[in-house]
Every structure is written in C-alpha cells, then in structure tokens.
C-alpha cells in the first residue's frame, strides 16, 4: 500500500491550514539550505551541467570526501525541488532503488550565478552570522524603542558596522551590484526619464553598478557616484563614471539635474529621510528632479505576492536599518512636499520596484 492510498483521517481545509502553519514555523530551513548549497557550489555546478545529476555525482565532482554526502545532500536537494528551485526525476539505480536526478528548476536561475543579475550575494549577506544576530534582539527593539535590532546586537548601526568588517562589506556591496543589475537592466528598455538630462548623480550609488547600466543606455549622460569613502574606493571603472567620496548626511550633495535616490529613503528614518530630500533639493537645479527607485508599500496588507514581497521587505529593513522603513505612496509624497518639492509623478513600476519622480518646480 503506498502513501497516496493511506486513509485521510483531515479535511482539505485542516490539512491547508495546519500545514501552512507547520511550514511558517519552519520556513527559516529554506533559505538557509539554499545559502548552503550555494556556498558548496552545487548550484553552479548543476548550472555547468549539460545532465541531470545524482547526488553521489554531485559529492564526486565537488570532491568531497565524506563518506554520507551524497545521502545529505540528497535530502538537501529534495526540499529545494519541492519548492521549485530545482527540477528532479525519480528514477533506479543498478540494484533497483528509488534514485533521483537533479538540475536547476524554475526559481534557481535567481541564485544559479554568484554575480550579474542574482539575488546569491543578497541571500548570503542576509545569512551571515552578524545580520541573523539582530533578529534575536528583535523583541528587545520593540520594547526598549531606543535603536534597531542590529545595532542592538552588535553595537554599530549597519552602515558604520559594514565598514569594519570587510566579510560583511563584500557581500553587501557585491548584493547591491547584483540587485542593481536585476532591476536596472529591465529600467532602462522601459523608462525613459533620462532623456534631455546632462549629469546624473546617483546618491549612496555603492560601487557605481547603477550607474554604469544608466550611463550604457545614455552615454550622452556625465555620471557621478556619490557614497561613503570606504565603498566607493572599489567603484567601478566605466566611460563617463566619476567616483565622489562622501556623507550625504555630512558633505553636500554633487550638484546634477537628475538625483537618483534607489533604495536610499527605506534604509533610514522619516528625519533622516526629509533631510536627505532637502539636500538633493538644494544640490537641483530649478528644472531638476529626483528618481526614487523603492518599493511602495499598501496601506492594506493584501495576500498576493507584491504585497507578501514588500512587507518582507519591509521587515528587513525593520530589522537591520536604523528606523528604515517601505513606505506607502501617502507617506512618499507626504516628506517630499515637506522638503520642498512640488510635485511627485510615478514614472513606472519594475517587478516590485517603483519609479517616483520628485520635480523642483511644476
């Protein structure tokens, strides 16, 4: 009798609901199992592969030597086709056993590369020891309401942190270029606000990732990446590119008539916020204006996935940024008239990313 034969003893609706509660109290286990097999290689590996494989030929060609690897690894890779990060086939081997073949599946071409359009460098920056650390000072955060879980746990707020701790710096930086080239290079074949502009500035740019796609589509552009001392001494080298060392909070912003501002408002507080906005106002020319590239929160925490994806986010930044937050369109709009700009404009959404352009004048 097999397992598909069993008497259920549940209804579909206990067994929905009991199971999506199991798997929440388990969810941790996929992300981190993914982190691991990245870091062994196997996702490349599989990626290099004209063939399925199975998990004694993957221990074989990774030349590990334990002798039950290819049992773990099995079990490892099980879980992740069952989520579709990989595809398997259930086939025999020689003495008649249940034997299964892996390759990548439809969710892994985000993680099969280290670098280019991968969210590899994200997931390893997130599970690194020193950003997990903050999630157990979550509950002390909410009630002391002094700082955020991460400096809690580990003295420095994340921006200062990264800066001595060149691990952690890496994957930061290498995640942003990553994230940077996922949703930028889908940007530039859609919008079309660069057009007309002489130098654009992207403000905490990191090593200058963004910049380079904006100034390959616009090579009429001057470009200028403007972030702290330590991140910008590994920018990028690229026509046009100019590397500016320095605070946004400290030093004045490099004067252009586009600002770009991606993924810079959700990282700090609504003060901080109003003040970057009010810099980059005075850094615009009159007929200037500002990109926000961030995710727009919903006032109502729907189910879909835009929504699950953003409030995720949201949390991230909850739990790793000094008082960053998703915020809604309201609240956008909201610190940008305070700032003094006149008018706010959705330029366009990427995947879950949305364009939002602040105009000096109207």
């Not at 990626?47 to 060609?61: H, M």
């Not at 670098?115 to 994200?122: D, N, R, Y």
Request: charged letters at 20%; one cysteine or more; proline letters at 5%.
């Amino acid at each position: 009798m097999s397992s598909d034969e069993t008497l259920v003893v549940t209804t579909a609706q206990e067994d929905e609901e009991f199971l999506f509660a199991f798997n929440q109290a388990m969810i941790s286990t996929v992300p981190m199992v993914l982190n691991a097999i990245i870091e062994l290689g196997i996702l490349k590996l599989l990626s290099e592969s004209s063939a399925q494989l199975s998990p004694t030929q993957i221990a074989s060609r990774l030349s590990i030597k334990n002798p039950d690897a290819a049992v773990t690894i099995d079990r490892i890779l099980r879980l992740l086709a069952s989520f579709s990060f990989l595809s398997c086939t259930l086939m025999q081997d020689k003495a008649g056993r249940p034997e299964r073949m892996y390759t990548l599946g439809p969710s892994s071409k985000y993680f099969a590369r280290e670098q280019g359009g991968s969210f590899a460098p994200w997931l390893l920056f997130l599970f690194d020891k020193v950003c997990l650390s903050a999630w157990f000072r979550l509950k002390d955060a909410v009630i002391e309401g002094t700082c955020d879980p991460f400096e809690l746990a580990n003295g420095a707020i994340i921006f200062d942190y990264a800066g001595t701790d060149p691990k952690l710096n890496d994957y930061f930086n290498n995640a942003m270029k990553c994230l940077s080239t996922i949703y930028m290079g889908k940007l530039m074949d859609r919008y079309h606000g660069f057009k007309g502009g002489k130098t654009v500035v992207d403000v905490g740019g990191g090593v200058g990732e963004c910049l380079k796609l904006i100034l390959s589509k616009h090579p009429h552009l001057r470009g200028i990446n403007f972030d702290l001392p330590h991140v910008v001494k590994n920018g990028l080298s690229y026509p046009g590119l100019e590397h500016v060392g320095g605070s946004f909070v400290t030093d004045p912003i490099p004067k252009g008539d586009i600002l770009v501002l991606k993924w810079q408002l959700h990282g700090f507080g609504d003060e901080f916020g109003l003040q970057l906005l009010k810099n980059c106002w005075n850094a615009l020319p009159a007929s200037g204006k500002v990109l926000i590239i961030d995710i727009v929160s919903p006032e109502y925490p729907g189910t879909d996935l835009l929504t699950r994806a953003t409030f995720t986010s949201d949390m991230i930044m909850l739990g790793l940024t000094p008082g960053g937050k998703d915020r809604t369109m309201r609240e956008v709009e909201a610190m940008a008239r305070a700032a003094g700009f006149s008018s706010v404009k959705v330029g366009c959404r990427d995947l879950n990313m949305f364009v939002l352009e602040l105009y000096k004048t109207a």
